[in-house]
């Protein structure tokens, strides 16, 4: 990364830490930044440095902590349209930087699902620094806590876990969606089948997302 990106990059860190910073802010800054840099600076702003290592009692079928590319975020964002007034759900958070981007750059009440107490603990902490009130994590398997974010409206999975849990979530996110349209963006899964769900015109081989119909 070059050092105008770093240093806008230390400056927003900065800023946020001081005071409130409106999305669009936000998002002239990152798109000021060269693509193959996003990733680096959206991990200084957010200080996405020191990940914890994987935990060895991870349950078989759950995937291990990658983060998802910041260009991949932004297509899912688009395609699903995501506004202030969702609440978006990453199953699978990691150390958050997927719902510390979905709020940073729309406002959107964001919330983590993730399994590893330890990234959990990372990204709150991520979170607090940057003084970002609307960012929840949830510790826990996310076939329990799903149906904790009843209101939830974008549901992001980045291949968390193996299919059987993924039909459990399914099938919660499917009573979630009787009460009220949700979109659901997968990242490296494969085609999801279900009459409630109707994929959207697919924008790139690994972004898959779908809108409810009524079940
Ligand atoms: C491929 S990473 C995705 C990271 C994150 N979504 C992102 O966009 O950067 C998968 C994450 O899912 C978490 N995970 C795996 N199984 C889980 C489960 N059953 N419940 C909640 N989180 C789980 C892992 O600990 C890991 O952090």
Redesign the pocket.
Known sequence: MDATSREAAMALRTRLQREGVPPAVVRAALDDVAADDRDAWLDLVCKLDEIPA?DPR??RG???????PVAT?LDAMTQAALSADDVFV??????G??VLMANLLTSATSVG????PA?VHAARERAARLNLTRVRFVE????DSVRSVPDGTVF?L????DAG?LQRVLDDLEDIARTHEIRLCCVDLPPIERPWLAPLPPVSVELAVYRSTRP
Do not use: N
Request: glycine content about 8%; charged content about 20%.
């Open positions: 994987d991870l349950p759950c995937v291990p902590y990658l983060p998802c975020i990453d199953v699978g958070a990691g150390m930087r997927t699902l993730e399994i590893q990234l826990g398997d996310a076939v992001f980045y291949c968390p876990f849990r």
